[in-house]
């Protein structure tokens, strides 16, 4: 694909919550962005202390297609100036899902970290979904890799 080519787009309805009142809805910052900014809609302002977490709400119900998730993953920018991060990256919103998109952030950094109403806390970015059908095997096999792990190529 060229850089002149467009991404392949999928439609997704998106219901927004009384809480997200006057928030822009989720969108790309330039034209080849992966991910959409998320933002918080929280009616105050919320304070993360240093190692601690807190549910941010965002004001959206998505209905994502079969075949189809979101991934919550976080903003660089926050890592880099703040060490505030997604806790559970990514964190992943199935299809059939249809509850309010909240994001977990996590405060690694040394001071309080405060989010305000229209924050950008996340990005969402789609990811095509390939189910898997298990089959048990006596025996797998081998490979020059085999069973290292956990660094084994470094050595």
Do not use: C
């Amino acid at each position: 694909m060229s850089i002149r080519e467009s991404p392949q787009e999928v439609e997704v309805p998106v219901q927004t919550l009384p809480n997200h009142q006057g928030l822009p809805l989720p969108g790309y910052s330039t034209e080849l962005a992966s991910g959409m900014d998320l933002h918080a809609a929280v009616e105050e302002p919320v304070s993360i202390p240093p190692g601690g977490w807190a549910l941010i709400p965002t004001g959206l119900r998505l209905a994502l297609p079969p075949g189809i998730e979101g991934q919550v993953r976080p903003r660089s920018g926050l890592a880099a100036s703040y060490g505030v991060t997604v806790l559970n990256t990514p964190g992943t919103i199935d299809a059939d899902y249809r509850g309010e998109i909240k994001v977990i952030l996590l405060n690694l950094g040394s001071s309080a970290y405060s989010v305000q109403r229209g924050d950008r806390v996340a990005q969402l970015v789609l990811q095509r979904v390939v189910r898997a059908r298990l089959s048990r095997v006596q025996e797998l096999g081998e490979t020059i890799r085999s069973q290292g792990g956990f660094g084994h190529t470094g050595r």
